[in-house]
């Protein structure tokens, strides 16, 4: 007797654990949004933010584009992504749940495509300390290419900064993902730089961005700055303290365009490679942290590259800002649990209602399992990035800890929200 009930014991624990362990399987499709075909022979990789990225499983594209991945349900959840590489450029998405498909849109690389452009180069003097002048420069890069396709080589996209500039850090972003620190590589005469990063076609508004951090010599209370874009800028801004004095050089045309009560801003339009431009700053001055914080949060809550009221959609730091920086990292950190937080809010809210309203994406927005299955692929991307930098050792162990922190205290109330949700659909069902 006692034989029996450990057998049957035994039998039920390994029934428990092959629920609680089983196995899912993603299936999707991969297409050439280039061609318009499905992409062939593309590698597919399953992957697990929480298990330092390892990759859980593998498969390669069919004729038709498709493929197979298997997962393991883990309790409590884990964050997996879709990871395609097409003509060597990697394409991510957030690993689908409850059978949605796991379709990825690629597109064919080139060193060189037509259709990219600057829409903004934001010049932003952010501070002057100990006799140097702190800068942060964002360009947001369109690529509005016809047929569509990925521009990527080990000169993607180049910038001129000025000579006497010294580089404190990079970061690029893919359209609509977070900042990613990245390496700069010097590209010939002084000041000339590249990014070895893909520019890949618009996602709707949301264009490819490049950031770098860069200080000046500052001893004389002015400094002269000659800007020089590689590509047609559509406009350039300059954004400054209060306390500071801007003029235009001869032959350049900037207008005072105010953006915020904290900050000065000029602008200048249709900037072409090769055009002359100058213009000179001087007094001391820092802009507000409040400020940075303030356009930090609008331009992570907007999806940065989306188009705002500010230029650039603020001057958020990336993720990695070597010394001395440093003591601006702490409203990195804020800003990330109060978008992640409001990002939530905004998933899991209830629709709204009224004239005018889209009956299709109404009904989209009502599904509770839609909105959270969107708010846990946002956070599973944010979660591999951060194990992207991790791995690479861009950031700290304590800095990567406060991070993940932060964002596991989304991620753990969004799969108790989902469980819940899930409940209370059962129950409704039954």
């Known amino acids: 007797m006692k034989m029996t009930q450990i057998v049957f014991r035994t039998v039920a624990l390994s029934l428990l654990l092959t629920g609680a362990f089983a196995q899912a399987q993603i299936t999707g499709t991969v297409t050439n949004k280039t061609t318009g075909k499905p992409a062939a022979g593309d590698a597919v990789v399953l992957v697990d933010t929480q298990a330092g990225m390892g990759e859980v499983a593998k498969a390669t594209t069919d004729a038709r584009g498709h493929y197979k991945l298997d997962k393991l349900n883990k309790p409590g959840g884990s964050s997996y992504l879709v990871r395609v590489t097409h003509q060597g450029a990697t394409y991510f998405i957030g ?3 409850g059978g949605a498909p796991g379709d990825v849109a ?3 690389v080139a060193a060189k495509v037509d259709g990219v452009l600057i829409d903004e180069d934001v010049v932003g003097i952010v501070e002057t300390v ?12 369109h690529n509005a290419s016809m047929p569509p396709r990925t521009q990527w080589s080990p000169r993607s996209f180049e ?3 000025p000579e006497e500039a010294v580089v404190d850090g990079a970061s690029a972003q893919r359209p609509g993902r977070m900042l990613t620190t990245i390496k700069l590589d010097p590209d010939g005469p002084k000041g000339h730089y590249a990014f070895n990063f893909p520019i890949q076609p618009d996602d709707g508004e949301k264009s490819t961005l490049f950031q770098i951090e860069y200080m000046l ?4 209370g002015k400094f002269t700055f000659h800007p020089q874009v590689t590509l047609p800028a559509r406009t ?4 400054m303290p209060k306390s500071m004095s801007f003029s235009a050089g001869a032959g350049s045309t900037f207008i005072s365009a105010p953006q915020d009560p904290g900050f000065q801003t000029y602008v200048t339009k249709n900037v072409t490679p090769g055009k002359a431009l100058e213009f000179t700053i001087a007094g001391t001055g820092a802009i507000p942290r409040d400020e940075q914080q303030a356009q930090g949060g609008q331009q992570s809550g907007q999806e940065a590259g989306a188009p705002g ?22 409203w990195f950190i804020t800003v990330i649990v109060l978008v992640m937080s409001g990002v939530a809010a905004f998933l899991l809210r209830k629709p709204a209602t009224g004239a005018g309203f889209d009956a299709g994406a109404s009904q989209v927005m009502a599904s509770p399992a839609a909105r959270n299955t969107a708010l ?14 991790k791995i690479a050792g861009k950031i700290t162990p304590a800095e990567y800890a406060e991070l993940k922190a932060a964002l596991e205290i989304v991620l753990k109330r969004a799969l108790i929200r989902q469980g819940t949700g899930n409940r209370e659909q059962g129950t409704g069902n039954s």
């Open 95 to 97: 690993a689908p749940e």
């Open 106 to 108: 690629v597109y064919d």
């Open 130 to 141: 100990n006799g140097q002048l702190r800068v942060v420069e964002r360009y947001a890069v």
């Open 159 to 161: 910038i001129v900064l």
């Open 217 to 220: 010599p500052y001893s004389g």
């Open 236 to 239: 350039l801004w300059v954004m």
């Open 309 to 330: 009221t500010q230029p650039g959609g603020g001057m958020a730091n990336p993720i990695n800002t070597p010394d001395p920086l440093t003591k601006y990292k702490w």
């Open 376 to 389: 846990l692929n946002a956070l599973k991307e944010e979660l591999f990035a951060l194990e992207s930098d």
